[in-house]
């Protein structure tokens, strides 16, 4: 049975929740950016820079957990499978609870050396422990989250995706406010607040699994969520994920540390434009979860064509959205930035690096949407192989340019590496992706007749 052509209305109405429940995610960041930039000297805020990056370092580097959870999901989801999407959130589930409690067991190694090589000051640094200390404790139900939100987005349940993020920043804004406000907690509450919100992401999560699958999860075999074809396949994928991401966060963590070793203001400066980034990306990744999604679902019906139409539509949606975001940063840049801070020493440096925020939706925006496509085909391997050229580019630009202008050669290292991984991935697609579908699908077509 032939299913109708994606349409432009389709992928918007899939990546509207998407995008909304994305945006939340730096809303989190921005809310404890606000407080702690509202807390007398500088290094209140450069602390929580460092101790947010720090820990979404350390979470985010197994963020394999959500994408791959994802791409894995949608096929299965596009093939009608419904007992393999349950088997692979099963096994997603137990990766991040066993990585998580590793995580807590290491976690004074973990935050010291992370801050050591992270090289600000010691007021910021010891800002930045009293943070991470205070959420650490959430990290088996912060990467839990990962998999549920992965399973919801493979499954095309934005909106319950949506209401769940909502849901976490509500209660962090609330939290947030009562810990450092009302119990005069600091730096420490602001990291506590966020932990709290983890918590509740993933008891709602749980419960909706367990309503979703509750006659399943009695009765499966639980011996099937470690038969070995389709474990090695999903930690085949996770492992690439993995060093993408890697390479990804160590970009970022070079960034900040080129930064943090020019003084904490402009550590500071750079944590509120990478706010601005924030929101870029989790926006303008609305539109590459829809990608995503949808290829994956293309994928496992061995359709080319859908496949194709679902890049094309989402590039559309994707650059319409890359423009509102320069038009928003160019005329309410400053006013954004006076709300993250009322520092006007911070307030100044920022505005003059606003240019580069203004300019990366648009550079970044085609390295978000394949970084999706390949995801939800599972077409791992070159995606990691073009993250780890890509990144090798991003070290030597930086430290060739930051000499030269200052941080504004840093900034131009930025972008330059998120526009050089947009065009490497689409010259890969044709041979990563199109070729083996086509091949596949005529193949299962010669074989009907």
Request: glycine residues 8%.
């Amino acid at each position: 049975m032939n299913s109708p052509p994606i349409s432009y209305r389709q992928v918007l109405y899939l990546a509207i929740p998407i995008i909304l429940a994305n945006l939340t995610q730096p809303l989190m960041s921005a809310v404890d950016t606000a407080v702690a930039g509202h807390l007398p000297g500088a290094q209140h805020l450069a602390g929580v820079a460092l101790g947010s990056l720090l820990l979404n370092l350390i979470f985010w580097v197994f963020g394999f957990l959500r994408m791959g959870t994802t791409g894995v999901v949608a096929q299965y989801f596009g093939a009608g499978k419904a007992d393999s999407v349950l088997l692979t959130v099963a096994r997603g589930v137990l990766i991040a609870s066993v990585t998580g409690l590793l995580i807590l067991l290491l976690q004074r190694p973990l935050i010291d050396s992370g801050l050591a090589l992270l090289g600000a000051s010691q007021e910021a640094s010891d800002q930045a422990r009293l943070y991470a200390n205070g959420r650490v404790w959430s990290a088996p139900l912060a990467l839990i989250n990962y998999v549920i939100l992965g399973w919801l987005l493979g499954c095309q349940r934005v909106r319950i995706a949506l209401a769940i993020q909502i849901l976490i920043n509500v209660v962090n804004l609330l939290t947030v406010f009562g810990f450092v406000y009302g119990l005069d907690w600091g730096v420490r509450g602001i990291g506590r607040a966020t932990a709290v919100a983890d918590f509740s992401g993933a008891a709602v999560g749980a419960w909706l699994l367990w309503r979703s699958y509750r006659s399943q999860i009695t009765t499966m075999r639980w011996i099937e969520v470690f038969e070995p074809t389709a474990l090695r396949r999903l930690i085949l994928i996770n492992s690439h994920i993995f060093i993408r991401t890697a390479c990804l966060l160590a970009t970022t963590t070079w960034f900040t540390h080129l930064g943090a070793k020019q003084g904490d203001a402009l550590l500071a400066a750079n944590a509120i434009l990478l706010t601005f980034l924030s929101f870029t990306s989790y926006g303008l990744d609305g539109f590459a979860h829809a990608a995503e999604t949808l290829s994956g679902a293309a994928v496992g019906q061995r359709k080319p064509a859908q496949l194709a139409r679902v890049i094309r539509i989402c590039l559309v949606w994707g650059l319409a959205g890359s423009l509102l975001y320069m038009v928003v940063y160019s005329l309410a840049g400053m006013s954004l930035i006076g709300l993250l801070t009322n520092q006007p020493d911070i307030a100044e440096l920022a505005s003059q690096y606003l240019l580069w925020a203004v300019l990366a939706p648009l550079v970044s925006m085609p390295a978000y949407l394949y970084d999706g496509v390949f995801i939800g085909a599972t077409r791992t391997r070159p995606l990691m192989l073009i993250m780890l050229g890509c990144s090798a580019v991003f070290f030597t630009l930086s430290l060739t340019l930051l000499p030269l202008w200052g941080n504004h050669g840093l900034w131009l290292a930025f972008l330059a590496f998120n526009g050089l991984r947009g065009a490497s991935l689409a010259l890969a697609l044709r041979p990563a992706i199109y070729r083996p579908l086509i091949m596949t699908a005529t193949s299962k077509k010669r074989a009907q007749t």
